[in-house]
């Protein structure tokens, strides 16, 4: 579905990414490991049009993907960052319609009523301002804006980042809620636990490279591995 060869990416004159290749299959979990600074998120940056590409291919369902952030998430990625970018200033439901009016596709998949019932949380705090919700619930709705733009590919960086362990699990029950309906998602973790449950398939990078490919199984098997790339 998603096909990264030999990317290089990254900020102006300082590069991340030296040739990494990842692959991310239709209705699977990928998990993106690895340590502070890798360029797990960079990677997702550079596939939502965030950073340019400096060499190397990006390749959505067949072709190659669009450069601009608006094209790629019309294409049918959403991208919920780590910084979740709810809009402080208006309120849970205006951050709703937003998504559902730009990207929703009348009448299909995912509206407002439906992420309503996935979090109803958020059904509670509607007229609240985005800078009134909790972390737990800033993450809720990032995920349920894009849900809002009926996405084939969910991509997440660090979902679980300052929650408390009663949301992580809410999340995770959330999210493997998606995968069993076989949404197809890339989430970037620190958090081991929680992306190995999660994901069928894993890759680890470290300095700006793929170092480790497998299955969710192998890595949580592989002691040698999990010590190696990701200190744990
Ligand atoms: N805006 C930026 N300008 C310059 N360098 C950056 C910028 N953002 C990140 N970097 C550098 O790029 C490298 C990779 O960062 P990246 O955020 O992709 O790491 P990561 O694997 O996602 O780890 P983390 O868990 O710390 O986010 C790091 O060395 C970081 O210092």
Redesign the pocket.
């Known amino acids: 579905m998603l096909e990264l060869s030999a990317v290089q990416s ?3 004159e ?1 590069q ?1 990414l030296y040739g990494l290749s990842l692959e991310a299959k239709q209705g699977r979990v990928l998990a993106i490991l ?12 550079t596939i939502m049009g965030l950073l340019p590409l400096k060499s190397g291919e990006i390749v959505f369902d067949g072709k190659p993907i669009a450069s601009r952030p608006f094209d790629v998430a019309k294409s049918g990625i959403a991208y919920v960052p ?1 910084t979740r970018d709810i809009f402080p200033s208006l309120t849970v439901r205006e951050n709703l319609e937003i998504a559902a009016k730009r990207f929703g596709a009348a009448g299909s998949g995912w509206t407002m009523a439906r992420v309503l019932e996935l979090f109803p949380r958020l059904g509670e705090r509607l007229d609240n301002g985005g800078t009134q919700l909790s972390g737990g619930e800033q993450q809720m709705l990032a995920i349920a804006r894009a849900l809002l733009m009926n996405p084939r590919l969910l991509i997440l ?2 979902p679980t980042e300052g929650l408390a362990p009663i949301i992580v699990k809410l999340i995770h029950d959330k999210l493997n809620e998606l995968k069993t309906e076989g949404l197809s998602m890339i989430i ?1 973790e ?1 958090n081991f636990g929680f992306a190995t449950s999660l994901a069928d398939d894993v890759v680890v ?1 470290g300095r ?1 490279q793929v170092v480790w490919t497998g299955s969710a199984e192998e890595i949580r098997a592989d002691q040698a591995a999990q010590h190696t790339w990701l200190g744990v």
């Open positions: 990254g900020y102006g300082t991340v690895g340590r502070n600074g890798a360029g797990k998120s960079t990677t997702l940056k780590e960086d660090e970037v620190q990078v700006g």
